[in-house]
């Protein structure tokens, strides 16, 4: 048996916005939590998540990308004139530094071996990363800082994590360094 419920909204009265869970990927909250936090009309689930509440597939709010995924899936858009549609998502992204270019591994989730992982706002307080890694600070398209593990991520900015060979591309980068991130979500 498969039950269904149908949500009719007034677009001009109401806007559909993602919301995440106690305003950050990494944390669980209940659907109604959520949307009692966000004094919304309606809600609904709408991703896989991880135990950790990593989200298992693309997400963008506000014109940001909060995370991704490793295979293309169906997602559904909102256009800019407001339209809803459903479709196949899939992500590819580069950071460049230093006159190198590394492919972007995945966006605020688990940094795995050999890669690049983007952190920003929307993850949590820090990385949460090992020490086996290298993070650069970034804001207003500059490196800010360097640091080994868990570092902080700035308000107002990203942090670039790497790993092996990902780490070893990056290896003559400087404070001061211009970064250029490219993301396209097709």
């Known amino acids: 048996m498969l039950t269904a419920h149908l949500l009719e909204v007034d677009r001009s ?3 559909v916005r993602p919301a995440l869970a106690n ?3 990494l944390g669980r909250q209940t ?3 959520i949307s009692d936090a966000n004094n919304a009309m309606a809600a609904i689930n709408a991703s896989y998540f991880a135990p950790d509440g990593e989200i298992l597939g693309i997400t963008k709010m506000d ?3 909060v995370s991704t995924t490793y295979f293309t899936r169906s997602a559904l858009g909102i256009a800019a004139n407001g339209v809803p549609f459903i479709g196949q998502v899939g992500y590819n992204g580069s950071v460049t530094m230093h006159g190198a270019t590394v492919s972007i591994s995945g966006v605020n989730c688990e940094r795995g071996a050999d890669s690049l992982v983007l952190y920003n706002r ?6 949460n990363t090992n020490e086996y890694g290298q993070e650069y600070i970034v804001r207003d398209g500059k490196v800010v800082g ?3 593990a868990n570092s902080s991520i700035p308000e107002k900015g990203f942090v670039v994590s790497v790993h092996g060979t990902a780490k070893d ?4 980068v400087k404070v001061g360094d211009k970064v250029t991130i490219v993301q396209d979500i097709g």
């Open 13 to 15: 009265r109401y806007t």
């Open 23 to 25: 305003g950050e990927i």
């Open 31 to 33: 659907v109604s939590g």
């Open 63 to 65: 014109g940001t990308i």
């Open 122 to 127: 929307y993850f949590d307080a820090t990385t």
């Open 146 to 148: 360097i640091h080994q």
């Open 169 to 172: 591309a990056f290896a003559n």
